[in-house]
């Protein structure tokens, strides 16, 4: 690829998460029998009318705030005209010329470099339904059609495949932090098409985009933009560029790891958008603008935070605000007293390097009340780091129990009391005399070896104390 520079742009749609549709009333729960919360006006019969969500709007607002875009004040919603199976009205109400949210940006860090990413646009609109193919059948799901939807439309401005998938990264959390969506990527509410294309380096103008469609993981959204670049790429130094490279939509087959061609991409002008006559205009009143962008704090926010106020370190903050349930967790923690690096070394490296194989935090059974009081008990050394672990191991494989029970249960209570640990030592000293000499003689590295035999002697014993006290006793 050293000849060539990639050009990519992303289309994101979040799934907005109001109690009820964007232009009706139906809830928009996931998971309910096929075509139960669909009503006329979902369902696209003559005479329905639909009715703007206002929640909806405020959410759209939020987002736009945390991206420091422009909001409109008036806004429009337009017919996009265009005939799937799975749209029963044969248009998507949509927003075109005047979306609520107009140009924003979002910074990304690649390699300890920070790139600027232009947001063009984020505007509202009504999902389809859900196609489902078995065999030679295809099924049509209405419950989706006319559920809130934000499209965030970037700039080309993404290079690769690794800043694609750090902007999606970033724009996950924000939408998690703002808690208007549960950007669930497996039920769809978090999904993005790439529009994808390449161009001789030195070249300013675009050559060919292709669109990939429906991409909800972001594993297979970096494998479908690095296979799409090989293929135009192969066919550009083939010569069979103009043949195979047209402006169409693909789909990405996951387990083939190859993209296939879906149908031809239309252009704005074939969608016919025009002002939908049975919505007015919007206008955004003060009270609603000033509520929507009291918006919480955000990533990077947290991130300056916490290096400045908390002492932890940047690497460590950012692998925090990766996730709202761990920042959740992690203010936990720190509310309770605990110490914040010791709540980050905890929560960043054992608990989330025990969670594998699909087990999350949502999932694992280990309330942020029980990991507070398995992290207390060890900042308070009434167990050992060795111990912590140990009953980590055994929260995690049981989804969850009580820590200061299975403290008692596994004998991991941890010895503070010096004398009794006092009369091991003199128990350890006087039966390796030869040992005891070598040590002041200068052989200081059979501190270990005396350690390791008090430890033998009873579990539990705070080892930090018995280094203590052993160098006191050899001294003396």
């Not at 799975?86 to 107009?102: C, M, N, R």
């Not at 350890?428 to 033998?456: P, R």
């Amino acid at each position: 690829m050293s000849n060539f520079e990639t050009i990519i742009g992303l289309e994101v749609h979040v799934q907005l998460n109001t109690k009820t549709k964007i232009f009706c009333s139906c809830p928009t729960s996931f998971g309910e029998e096929p075509n139960t919360n669909v009503c006329p006006v979902c369902l696209g019969l003559p005479g329905a009318l639909p009715v703007l969500n206002k929640e909806a709007v405020a959410k759209a607002i939020s987002f736009g705030t945390a991206i420091g875009a422009t909001i409109h004040q008036d806004s429009v919603f337009a017919r996009k005209n265009y005939f799937y199976p799975d749209l029963p009205k044969a248009y998507q109400i949509s927003q075109f010329e005047i979306p609520i949210v107009g140009k924003g940006q979002l910074d990304i860090e690649i390699d300890g470099m920070t790139k600027t990413i232009g947001i063009t646009r984020a505007h509202l609109e009504e999902d389809a339904g859900k196609n489902i193919h078995e065999g030679m059948h295809s099924k049509i799901d209405l419950n989706r059609a006319c559920t809130p939807l934000l499209e965030i439309v970037s700039e080309p401005d993404m290079r690769s495949s690794t800043e694609a998938i750090a902007y999606l990264k970033k724009l996950h959390a924000i939408v998690k932090f703002l808690g208007i969506s549960d950007a669930n990527m497996q039920e769809g509410s978090f999904r993005c098409d790439a529009n994808v294309s390449i161009r001789p380096k030195g070249e300013e103008r675009f050559y060919t985009r292709v669109e990939i469609k429906n991409l909800n993981s972001f594993k297979f959204i970096q494998k479908a933009i690095e296979y799409e670049v090989a293929r135009q790429r192969n066919a550009f130094e083939n010569g069979t560029y103009e043949e195979e490279v047209y402006q169409e939509t693909r789909l990405f087959d996951t387990d083939k790891g190859v993209t296939k061609s879906m149908r031809g991409k239309e252009e704005s002008a074939d969608y016919r958008y025009f002002n939908d006559p049975d919505l007015l205009p919007v206008f955004l009143d003060e009270a609603l603008l000033q509520r929507a962008k009291a918006i919480p704090e955000m990533p990077d926010s947290k991130i300056k935070r916490y290096v400045t106020t908390l002492g932890i370190k940047e690497s460590d903050a950012k692998i925090l605000v990766q996730d709202i349930d761990i920042v959740s967790y992690f203010e936990y923690l720190i509310d309770k007293g605990i110490t914040p690096r010791t709540a980050c070394t905890w929560l960043n490296v054992e608990l989330q390097g025990r969670l594998k194989n699909g087990n999350t935090l949502a999932t694992c059974g280990i309330t942020k009340e029980t990991f507070a009081i398995l992290v207390q008990r060890l900042e308070e050394q009434k167990i050992s780091g060795a111990g912590a672990k140990e009953i980590l191991d055994v929260l995690v494989a049981q989804r969850g129990g009580n820590v200061d029970t299975l403290i008692q249960e596994l004998g991991l209570e941890q010895i503070n009391d010096d004398s009794a640990i006092l009369q091991v030592i003199d128990t350890i000293l006087s039966n390796h005399a030869d040992k005891v000499a070598e040590y002041k003689a200068g052989k200081e590295k059979m501190l270990g070896f005396f350690v390791g035999q008090v430890m033998k002697q009873t579990k539990g014993m705070n080892p930090a104390r018995v280094n203590e006290l052993l160098r006191e006793c050899l001294q003396n």
